[in-house]
């Protein structure tokens, strides 16, 4: 593989840290049972990290795929179609993508959905500390960016600035 499309380590401790902000004011209005999905995605995410544990294979991704599927029906019923069912799916797709990101297309589909996240937590509530911690936010989210769009191949050891 192409060393250009793998995810710098660097990068990827960004987007890790990126992906549990954005999903801190969306824990106070999941329903527990979310919660603990987006803490499994992390920590699965981490172990792939730390090399304890493989990507997921096709009947994981299938069963989650239908799990998603499944689990926002039978949601609506309790808490109605609307936003809060939505904001729940946009979750499930978020942190479950989290998982299964390879390459550096694959972060920045990630990353672009933290932003979506963002927008979504402003639904909820805008006022100033929810402006301000979105806004913090929004700058781990860009240095994401950046480190995942450095260059470590500049001689020196330094990258790119």
Known sequence: MDISYQIPRAALIWVIVSVVLVLLPQGIRMPIW???????????????FAGKVN????????TVVLFTLFVPVSQMGSIGLGLDSAASLLTL???????????????YVV?????????VSFLYSQGVVATAFNSIVVVVIVCAMIALNRSNMVPGGRGTV
Do not use: N
């Open 111 to 119: 990353l672009s959905l933290c932003f979506v996240m963002t927008m």
């Open 34 to 48: 979310l919660t603990f999905i987006c803490l499994v995605c992390i920590g699965w995410r981490l172990l792939i």
């Open 93 to 107: 797709g978020f942190v479950f993508k989290l998982i299964e990101m390879r390459y550096k297309r694959d972060i």
């Open 55 to 62: 990507y997921p294979g096709k009947r994981i991704r299938v």
